[in-house]
């Protein structure tokens, strides 16, 4: 059965939000109908849909400047236009539901409610899914005027931390009253969603999915050490932490060279690079800025080893890229993390530079056992992380 889905989303595309991007190409690719609401389109990152240009998916999504006429006297014409040619008393009902400004403020002022639910009237859209809980909050005041299809929603990162920290914004009542199904990422994910108050019948285990394209590499003894990370650069990636043990990696290994590329851009990314140069390690650190989805993947072959130093996680899907590339991972120990790598893997507390450097030098001496380590995980990737099955396990559930 062709599915016809409305993802509503808070920017797009984004660099950091290729799961996002893939989980709608591979619909359209199933033969399902995808449409696409964003509060944000964002023209400066039309590289994270280089190679999809066939699909249009920038020129087909829809915003709050694409749906709603430029002036109001447009928008009152238009509104009136839209109710005599609206037939279906249900549709109609919502319609005019739709513009009670003492219920639904300014958006019922504007008429943006209207708009779009005209938009999925006309598309005869049959579920929405919402990334992120302040997009699938906002989609849930749909669900409050009556709109009959299903809702769903993904949680993250900033989200739950930001209904874990209880904060504006962050309690989710719509969603936790209207939605039919909120996927959790990981386990943590799916414990966090429940500490904030989801009933459990709500909850749907979907990790991210990637395509996978396992690879291996000759992991030789050469004293050149290539580290990569991939993230934005912000406060909860705590590059800070992975610098100063870089500068202990330096001071406690002989003859090492080492340089290390940090692939994303960000609010940090001056204080970053000025740390760097009071470490004394600038003209080792390559800072590549936002790349799209071939260059990084380009970063995956060229390096030797992963690196993540993040003080928060949830599923980091670089964290999947990179042992699909065949790389092996250092990394600290917070969501899913674990959950990836497996238990014996080089996994650090966050905010320790010296245990940093202290499994960085371990895992060095271990060149030896990273290929039988790396197959491991790659079985993990293809038993719970393929996009092929995520994908099928997805049409299941808005289909159930």
């Known amino acids: ?42 023209g400066g990152q039309l590289d994270a849909l280089k190679g999809l240009e066939d699909l249009h998916l920038f020129e087909k999504a829809q ?24 037939h279906n008393r249900q549709h109609k009902k919502l319609l005019l539901r739709s513009l009670n400004a003492l219920k639904y403020g300014r958006s019922a002022l504007n008429g943006s409610l209207f708009f779009l639910l005209d938009y999925m009237f006309t598309h005869d859209i049959q ?7 302040p997009m699938g909050e906002q989609a849930a005041i749909l669900k409050q005027l009556g709109f009959q299809g299903k809702l769903y929603c993904t949680f993250h990162g900033f989200d739950l931390r930001g209904g874990l920290a209880k904060a504006s914004g962050f309690d989710f009542s719509l969603l936790k009253r209207f939605a039919d199904g909120i996927f959790a990422i990981s386990r943590y994910s799916e414990a966090t969603l429940l500490n904030l108050g989801f009933r459990q019948e709500q909850l749907l285990y979907l990790p991210n999915g990637i395509a996978l394209k396992l690879r291996s590499k000759n992991h030789d003894s050469s004293d050149r050490l290539r580290l990569l990370s991939v993230g934005r650069l912000v406060p909860e990636k705590d590059y800070s932490t992975a610098f100063n043990a ?28 000025q740390l760097a140069t009071q470490l004394g390690i600038r003209d080792k650190i390559n800072f590549t800025g936002a790349l799209d989805s071939q260059a990084v993947q380009e970063q995956y072959d060229q390096a030797d080893l992963f690196l993540i130093s993040s003080v928060t996680e949830v599923l980091p899907t670089v964290l999947l890229e990179a042992v699909s590339a065949g790389l092996p991972c250092v990394a600290t120990a917070v969501g899913a993390v674990s959950e990836i790598l497996g238990e014996k893997a080089y996994l650090v507390p966050t905010k320790d530079p010296n245990k940093l450097a202290e499994v960085l030098i371990m895992a060095i001496k271990e060149r030896g056992q990273w290929a039988t380590m790396i197959r491991e995980q790659q079985q993990t990737l293809k038993d719970n992380y393929d996009m092929e099955l995520i994908l099928a396990r997805l049409i299941d559930y808005y289909s159930a």
């Open 1 to 42: 059965m062709k599915l016809k889905v409305l993802f509503w989303l808070k920017e797009f595309p984004k660099f950091s939000e290729t799961f996002i991007r893939d989980q709608i190409v591979g619909l359209i690719n199933s033969g399902h109908e995808v449409h696409i609401y964003t509060l944000k389109k964002n």
């Open 127 to 133: 579920l929405i899914h919402a990334h992120y809980g």
């Open 246 to 273: 870089l500068v202990l990696l330096d001071q406690q290994s002989d003859n090492l060279n080492w340089d290390y590329s940090v692939v994303g851009g960000g609010e940090l990314e001056a204080d970053l690079k």
């Open 63 to 86: 915003s709050p400047g694409t749906l709603l006429p430029a002036s109001k006297r447009a928008r009152l014409k238009s509104i009136r236009s839209i109710l005599k040619r609206t």
